[in-house]
Structures are given as structure tokens and as C-alpha cells.
């Protein structure tokens, strides 16, 4: 009977280590899933003297992905969103917390495939899109609402599991 | 010595700088997670996200909002994960309230245990003279 509850105790707590080691706990869930993707009217990357806002995307399915010329994963995803621009949907880059004399090199170097890409310097929108850590992918819809969003670099299993059916759904 | 006095000025400047709204900014900076270095506060890391982020909590005080209002600010964009105090709600009754139902099932397994050697019965006659033989 003892015996019994050392056991079955034993195998409780493996339970929970079980899945509770599993758990990232950089993975923060976002606020912004669901709500409108924060307004924006930043400087285009190659022509300073031209704005772009967010508003400029409503009524299409579009992405926006967060990155910069000092961020070692946003090379490694670079495929992933390059693959995903050349399917039908536009991405936007937000260049963050670059130079431009950086950042305009590492695009002729690496390829282009943004759409438009927009100048945050300072860093300064992407604190209001919840950025934590270079590069972010974000899904928004047509009525400018975000619907999901990855933080980190954007694998070729999560392009193909979780952001090109979300995509087809949404443009469905 | 104008270096000298440039050098002395400035640090003047930055030590006036409003000592009372640096508080501010150290003590709710110190109730804040960064999220890049999750185990340090805003107050202790020095991440260039979490520079940013103080800059804008001393910025955000400095026109006038409230420790509540920037605090909301930062929870709209990273969620309940930047408090170091999570917030007593639906999906956080057992983190709150997990030690305490422990607590109280550890007092309960002491009673049932402390009960059972109180109701234990008392020794017969038999037995204590069967006691005080092997004592002899």
C-alpha cells in the first residue's frame, strides 16, 4: 500500500518534469494576436522620403518580418521569407535598429524579397509590436488584425506547418 | 582645466537630473521582467532592449502617466510575462494558490497521522504485566 504511493508519486512528478521541461520558456505568448496590428508611418529603407504605413496593406493578406543587417538568425531564415514572398503573399520588412548603410548592402548581398522594407532606427515601433528578439514574422489579415505571431527565426517546418495554412486560410 | 570643468559640469547635470523621477523609474524598472534576459529585471539588465524600455518608462513618467499606466502600456505589447508579480486571474488561481491547498493537504496527512497515534489504544492489564516481567 505504501509502496503504491512512493510509485504513484514517483510517476506524477515524471509526468509534470515530462512536460514541463518540454515547455520553451521563451516562448511568450503574445497580446497582439487577435488585435490590430499597431499603427505605423516609417521612413521606406531606400527612400527616406517616402512614408509608409501599415494602412497602406488593409484589405490584403500580408506579413511583416522584423530583422536587421546585425542579426545573425534573420540570415538563417532569409530563405524561409524568401520562399514565402515568392508564393502570392507581399512581405514588409521592418528594418530594426539599423544603418541604413548596413542594412541596404546586406539586401543587394542576400536578396531583396520584401515588398517594401520601412526604417525603425530607434526602434521605436517595433517596441509597440511587442519585438523582444530579432527577427519577428507576423500574419496579418486584411482587416489589419495580426493572427499569429513567431519570434525567432522562421524554420522551413513552421513555414510549412503553421504560417502557409494559416495564409491559404486567410485567403480562402 | 576646461576639460576638467566641462567633465564637472556635465556630471552636475546628470546628477541633478531629477533624483525623484529616477526612483520612480528603479523601482517600477525593478518590478519589470527584461525580456531578453528573462531572470533580470528592467532595473539590472543591460540589454539594448532593456535600455530602450527604461528609456520609455522614465520617458512615459515624465509626461505625467502613472506607474499603473506604463505598466499597461507594457503588458498591451509583451503581455502578463513582463511582471515579476503575475496578476491574480483565471489562468493563475494555482500558481497563488498552489502553495497554500499544499499546505493545507500536508496538515491534513500531519492530523490524520497524529490522530491515529492518539486514538491508539492504551495498554491492557495483560499487557503491562507482561511488561513489567521482561523489565524485571
Known sequence: MKLAWVL?????????????LRLNPREVPSPLIGKPAPAFELPLLAAPDKIFSQKDMLGRV????????WCAPCLVEHPQIT????????????????????????????????????????????????????????????QGVIRYKRIGPVTPEILKEKIEPLLKELNG | MARFLL????????????????KRVRDLSSELRCLVC???????????????????????????KSERDVVAFLVARYGDFVLYRPPLQANTVLLWLGPFILLAFGLFLLFLRIRRKVLAPELSDADRARAARLLE
Open chain 1, 62 to 69: 500580408w506579413v511583416l518580418n522584423v530583422w536587421a543587417s
Open chain 1, 8 to 20: 504513484g508519486a514517483f510517476v506524477a512528478l515524471l509526468v509534470l518534469l515530462a512536460v514541463g
Open chain 2, 38 to 64: 528573462q531572470n533580470q529585471t528592467l532595473a539590472d539588465s543591460n540589454a539594448p532592449l532593456a535600455v530602450d524600455l527604461r528609456n520609455q518608462v522614465r520617458e512615459q513618467l515624465k509626461s505625467g
Open chain 1, 83 to 142: 520562399r514565402l514572398a515568392a508564393g502570392a503573399v507581399p512581405v514588409v520588412g521592418l528594418n530594426y535598429k539599423d544603418a541604413r548603410e548596413d542594412a541596404m548592402p546586406w539586401l543587394a548581398r542576400n536578396g531583396n524579397p520584401f515588398v517594401a522594407s520601412v526604417y525603425d532606427g530607434a526602434g521605436r515601433i517595433a517596441l509597440d509590436y511587442g519585438v523582444y528578439g530579432v527577427p519577428e514574422t507576423y500574419v496579418i489579415d486584411r
Open chain 2, 7 to 22: 567633465v564637472f559640469f556635465c556630471g552636475l547635470a546628470v546628477a541633478q537630473e531629477d533624483p525623484a523621477l529616477e
